[in-house]
């Protein structure tokens, strides 16, 4: 089945719509061995390249991620000394490779978690330099002052160096307990937690709802996992960085 050229190397997880427009543009894609325009259609059969090279169209059913529901006493590594139950249990089999957990929760922490068997999509979404921001409900004990959440804002130093949040919202409160919702673009251990315990307000639940452009389904259960369509495997390669080419498997 012919679909529009740029939609299927976009699926195929060669760039951008947009991105590739321009090559297109710029006659540097050929399909079958004559240049391609604007509005062309083509199949995963046919012989499309990129500069003389040849583009594999193959990554978009190669590379697979999926959305997890990790429940609070579950710990995010393939096997636990203590014989705790882990997240890799409830997983399916790859359809290549192994899967590859996307950041770490951890044991008393719920939330999403993402899995691919995509090493080089894995990396770019945990590299620091991606900034990709987390976000997470927080429920705490007692209600912090807006001075406190101001510092929170502003950065306070943490053992490991200094740290913020860069948004914090409040949902509620009542008088024992209050909900926050909170952004951060860093991955270091226990940081939503050691950020309030610096300025004396220990949490006493915490959930992880999205990651960079995706977000914890509201129906999805404890426990359940779900597969990511193209589109969003799409936006998490854009979100990441990777353009062109790049696909590499761990």
Same mark, same amino acid.
């Given at each position: 089945m ?10 195929a ?6 991105g590739i427009e321009?090559w297109i543009? *710029?006659?540097r894609?050929?399909?079958?061995? !004559?240049v391609?325009? %604007?509005g ?6 046919d ?7 040849r583009?594999?169209?193959g990554?978009?059913?190669?590379t ?8 609070v ?5 393939r096997? *636990? ?6 997240v890799?249990?409830? %997983?399916? =089999?790859p359809?290549?490779g192994r899967?590859?957990? /996307?950041g +770490?929760?951890d044991?008393?922490?719920s939330?999403?978690l ?10 770019? %979404?945990?590299h620091?330099s991606?900034? @990709?921001? +987390?976000?997470?409900r927080?429920?705490l ?6 001075? /406190?959440? *101001?510092?929170?804002?502003?950065? @306070?130093?943490?053992? *490991?160096g200094?740290?913020n ?16 919702? @909170?952004?951060l673009h860093?991955?270091?251990n226990?940081e939503?937690?050691?950020?309030f315990?610096?300025?004396g307000f220990?949490?006493s +639940? %915490?959930?992880r709802? !999205?990651y960079? =452009? @995706? ?8 426990g359940?996992?779900?597969r990511l369509?193209t ?5 998490l390669?854009?979100?990441?960085g990777?353009?062109?080419g790049?696909?590499v498997?761990?």
């Open positions: 012919s679909e529009r050229l740029q939609k299927l190397l976009a699926g997880g060669h760039g951008s719509r947009r321009e543009r *710029d006659g894609v050929t399909i079958n061995g !004559r391609a325009a %604007l062309d259609r083509a199949a995963a059969t012989q499309i390249c990129l500069d003389g090279r583009l594999d169209l990554g978009a059913e190669s697979e991620v999926l959305l997890y529901h990790k429940p006493g579950e710990v995010t590594t096997s *636990d000394p203590e014989g705790r139950p882990t890799f249990e409830h %997983l399916p =089999p359809p290549s899967w590859i957990v /996307v +770490r929760l044991v008393n922490t939330g999403l993402l899995f691919t068997n995509d090493g080089a999509l894995a990396h770019r %979404l945990m620091p991606s900034e @990709v921001e +987390r976000e997470y927080v429920r004990r007692g209600t912090p002052s807006d001075m /406190v959440l *101001d510092r929170l804002r502003r950065g @306070v130093e943490l053992e *490991d200094p740290a949040f860069d948004r914090i919202e409040a949902e509620s409160a009542d008088g024992s307990h209050s909900w926050f919702r @909170v952004c860093e991955g270091r226990r939503v937690r050691r950020l315990e610096h300025e220990e949490v +639940r %915490l959930s709802i !999205r960079g =452009p @995706v977000a914890l389904p509201s129906d999805l259960r404890g359940d996992h779900i369509q589109a969003g495997i799409e936006a390669r854009q979100h990441a990777i353009t062109g790049e696909h498997q761990d």
